[in-house]
């Protein structure tokens, strides 16, 4: 997806030094490499083995939905990680050298993942919502999580993948002398999505609007409003017994604090990965008219804009998985039957939440 994003300089611009730039991007993406592949390999050996469903998926709990969202998230964003020394390698030497069929493939996974990781995370705090928030707990089924995931997939997945695939390129191209372009050897290989400016406009928002708006709305609105609730029911089960200078000055549970701590870290990170990509992506159509977007400050935003991706992948294991009390439980020891919870970090929340 980088590579749909360059124009060439103006000509009254002189073009920024790479060389600096390129060889900054590549050290970072060696580090997001060799943390977030070993990583998210390891979480994903370690739930398969802890045999995360049974023999039907309609009796999956909602521990054991939790945990399967998880897996998959880990295989899409290792998936996206293991395109990355392709990625390094096109950035750095700005030509493809890894054949027709690798580019392909190459640049399919790299937007599939990357939409279809953020579908996941939304899927996961709807359906926390709608258990812990909604009388639906008691009635809901597996098969009913499956409705906004395949919506979101549908929409934010499959249909921007198609039309990315149908004008992805491989070609040579050879350049006259005096063009300035920052290669070393002629002809250059090129690998991207070869779209018409307008249409790419229009690609460009369908792809931000269902895959940063809409989710990071909804993912932001659940966790408010699951935090709420549960402050809520506490209170309430509190303030009976308690004068109302006492329900004043009482304390939140450490449960509480640490379920409010887990959500922000994943809101921040979520924004803070996504949100300058998205910056560097889309207000280029709004600027370009009267702001030159080839200035060094803008290239260097965008090369780093273009890593954050990637380092979500690389940290979401961490988040999700590490740092998930039952996640972690399943992790490093066997399996046991125990009372259903949801993967928060404070073990005590679902029985505080889920009970009436």
């Known amino acids: 997806m980088e590579a749909s994003f360059d124009y060439m300089p103006d000509q009254d611009i002189p073009p920024p030094d790479m060389e600096t730039a390129k060889g900054i991007m590549v050290i970072i993406y060696c580090v997001v490499f060799f943390i977030g592949t070993p990583g998210n390999l390891w979480i994903v050996y370690k739930l398969l083995r802890a045999r995360l469903w049974s023999s039907s998926a309609a009796h999956l709990t909602v521990s054991q939905r939790s945990r399967l969202y998880i897996l998959a998230l880990a295989c ?16 750095f030497y700005g030509t ?27 899927v996961m705090s709807l359906e926390r919502y709608v258990i812990v928030c909604t009388r639906l707990r008691n009635s809901f089924q597996s098969w009913m999580s499956l409705v906004p995931l395949a919506l979101g ?18 070609q040579n191209i050879n350049f006259e002398e005096n063009e300035r372009v920052d290669v070393d050897e002629f ?27 809409i989710p990071f709305i909804i993912m932001t609105s659940c966790y408010i409003l699951l935090v709420r609730h549960v402050k809520q029911k ?3 089960r509190k303030g009976h017994l308690l004068t109302v200078s006492a329900q004043k000055r009482l304390r939140e549970p450490r449960y509480l604090m640490e379920m409010r701590k887990s959500i922000w870290r994943i809101a921040i990170f979520h924004f803070i990965c996504w949100a ?11 600027v370009r008219s009267f702001a030159p ?26 988040l999700y998985a590490v740092l998930n009390s039952d996640v972690r439980k399943h992790i490093y020891h ?11 970090n404070a073990p005590r929340i679902c029985h505080v939440t889920l009970s009436r």
Request: include cysteine; charge should be neutral; proline fraction near 6%.
């Open 76 to 91: 899409s964003d290792l998936l996206l990680l293991l395109t990355l020394p392709f990625t390094a390698s096109y950035n």
């Open 276 to 286: 300058p990509f998205w910056l560097f992506t889309i207000t280029p159509f709004f």
């Open 153 to 170: 997939t549908f929409f934010g997945v499959v249909l921007p993948s198609i039309f990315h695939f149908v004008h992805i390129i491989h």
């Open 293 to 318: 977007i080839t200035t060094i400050w803008v290239v260097y935003g965008r090369l780093f804009a273009n890593s954050l991706p990637y380092i979500n992948a690389a940290g979401n294991w961490v």
């Open 334 to 344: 066997q399996p046991q039957k125990t009372k259903i919870s949801y993967g928060f």
């Open 234 to 236: 506490f209170r309430n």
């Open 96 to 122: 493809w050298i890894f054949g027709e069929a690798l580019c392909y493939i190459t640049l399919t996974i790299e937007i599939v993942t990357k939409i279809f990781s953020v579908v996941l995370l939304t």
């Open 187 to 213: 002809p250059v290989t090129i690998c991207i999505p070869n779209m018409d400016e307008n249409i790419f406009v229009y690609y460009a928002h369908y792809t931000f609007v269902t895959g940063f708006v």
